[in-house]
């Protein structure tokens, strides 16, 4: 359980420094043949500032009780 609990720390706290998740896809835009062409988009999942914090703190609480 101890493992759990540094795993999601260093989650909250890698999310909280880059201020959310990356991730990229790929879509097709052009198909003429032989020849294709596709696009590729970069997306954000944001992750608030303060439910990160809150995430800290709850963890933090639980390792003292």
Same mark, same amino acid.
């Given at each position: 359980?101890?493992? $759990? ?8 706290? $890698? @999310?909280? *420094? ?5 991730? #990229? =896809?790929?879509? +097709? !835009? ?6 294709? #062409? *596709? =696009? !590729? /988009?970069? +997306? /954000?999942?944001?992750? #608030?500032?303060? @439910?990160?914090? *809150? @995430?800290? $703190?709850?963890?933090? +609480?639980?390792?003292?009780?």
């Amino acid at each position: 359980m101890r493992a $759990v609990g540094i795993i999601v720390l260093v989650l909250v706290l $890698v @999310a909280l *420094a880059f201020g959310g998740f990356l991730y #990229a =896809t790929r879509e +097709k !835009s052009q198909d003429l043949g032989p020849l294709q #062409a *596709a =696009t !590729s /988009t970069r +997306k /954000t999942i944001p992750i #608030a500032p303060i @439910a990160g914090l *809150a @995430a800290v $703190v709850l963890l933090m +609480k639980r390792r003292h009780d």
